[in-house]
């Protein structure tokens, strides 16, 4: 279950409901979906994207979703740490955000024009919506490990516009020990 942090003063919030009321004043939806457990750690695209039909319908259609693809993050992954250079950086999106979570877990940050920066640390089952022009930054946990369905507007993806803040810098990852020590940026 998904775990919300406020950063400066530390509060957490668990019940998914405080948090979807929490996340709604900043224009953000927080669903969970328990589904399909039968899906094993090597299943392909197109057995995640079946596994999840129904929720991804749902969105696809409300949301004026026209395409859907698998994110599969491992520690194996050839260079890695500079691809997650992309999502630890502050930026935004000129199109909604929709991240599900389907296997390991990962740390969305929220920088917010009008409230305090927060932190969604994500597990199997949670979904998120970031709208457009939103400032966040995503961040692995421990495990470096995430899969998660993802779905566009544009059917070339998401472009980054990184804001160049540096506020990802001060707010480190939440989901690791004390003896983390973060890669350069």
């Known amino acids: ?76 992954i050839k260079n890695l740490d500079e691809l997650l250079k992309k999502f630890s950086k502050e930026h935004w999106h000129s199109e909604n955000e929709v991240r599900f ?21 994500m597990v199997k089952g949670d979904m998120i919506n970031v709208p457009k022009g939103t400032h966040h930054w995503f961040d692995l946990c421990e495990e470096r490990t995430v899969r998660a369905i993802r779905l566009f507007e544009d059917p070339a993806g998401w472009t980054p516009h990184y804001t160049d803040s540096n506020a990802e810098a001060i707010h480190l990852p939440l989901c690791f020990g004390p003896s983390f020590i973060p890669p350069e940026k």
């Open 1 to 76: 279950m998904a775990l919300l942090t406020i950063r400066d003063t530390q509060e957490t919030i668990s019940d998914p409901q405080k948090m979807s009321e929490f996340l709604e004043t900043f224009g953000i939806w927080f669903r969970r979906f328990e589904g399909s457990d039968n899906l094993t750690e090597d299943a392909t695209e197109d057995e995640v994207l079946a596994a999840y039909k129904e929720p991804i319908d749902e969105l696809m259609t409300s949301g004026n979703y026209v395409t859907a693809d698998v994110i599969n993050i491992t520690p194996d």
């Open 101 to 121: 979570i389907v296997g390991g877990r990962g740390l969305f940050h929220i920088n917010p024009p009008d409230g305090p920066i927060f932190s969604i640390e």
